[in-house]
């Protein structure tokens, strides 16, 4: 082969490659994940500029009169935590909502924020110094194969904690299962996450109180 055709031969190659990469892709993590793990994203960004506006501190270790959300942790209210982060998602009413919760409802314009309109939920017991701890998440999740009632929910290390059908699920071995998101404190969220009990044992927390919206 001449030069000028190996160069060719590398560029269709390079051509099939980038066409084959989308569908290789979307079979890796579902398109219906996409907007929910950009979601959780910027969430993790606005716990943490709340934190760095905060000494140090996410909205449930805040009493309300310092823009915390403390008293709020038995009212069985997961928005009550949220709303003290919409100054810090620049506006955004969709981030609340992931598209493939059909539960829940899209935040109207001019509504406060509740329970109805909110996809995740959040841990109460997170701190910047648990690096690894289960920060938010997909609300779909279940134990020992039942759906987790909304409420404060006690995560513990040995629980077997995993996620339901309803939100999100992929193929593994020819048998859909149930996945979602999860953003950790030092703010890197996992995408597909099937094993979600082996995230719980990382996590450098006995128990972990997630409120379920």
Known sequence: ?????????????AILFLLLLPATTSRG???????????????????????????????????????????????????????????????SRSVWHCPADQSKQPLPN?????DRNLSYFISVDATPALANAIHTGDRNLQVAGQP?????????????IAWTRDMHKLKR?????????VLFVDGHVL????????????????TNRLAIP
């Open 1 to 13: 082969m001449t030069l000028v055709e190996v160069f060719v031969v590398i560029g269709v190659v």
């Open 29 to 91: 993590r579902p398109a219906h994940l996409i907007p929910c793990l950009n979601n959780q994203k910027q969430i993790g960004f606005a716990l943490h500029t709340f934190a760095a506006d905060n000494n140090g501190h996410f909205p449930p270790q805040l009493s309300i009169t310092n823009e915390g959300s403390m008293e709020f942790i038995r009212s069985n209210s997961t928005a009550l935590h949220f709303r003290t982060l919409s100054n810090y998602v620049g506006g």
């Open 191 to 206: 995408a597909n996450q099937v094993d979600l009990a082996a995230s719980a044992q990382r996590q450098g927390l006995a």
């Open 148 to 160: 987790v009632a909304p409420g404060l929910f006690i995560l513990t290390t040995n629980a077997a």
């Open 173 to 181: 071995n020819f048998v859909w299962v149930g996945c979602g998101n």
């Open 110 to 114: 001019k509504s406060p924020l509740s």
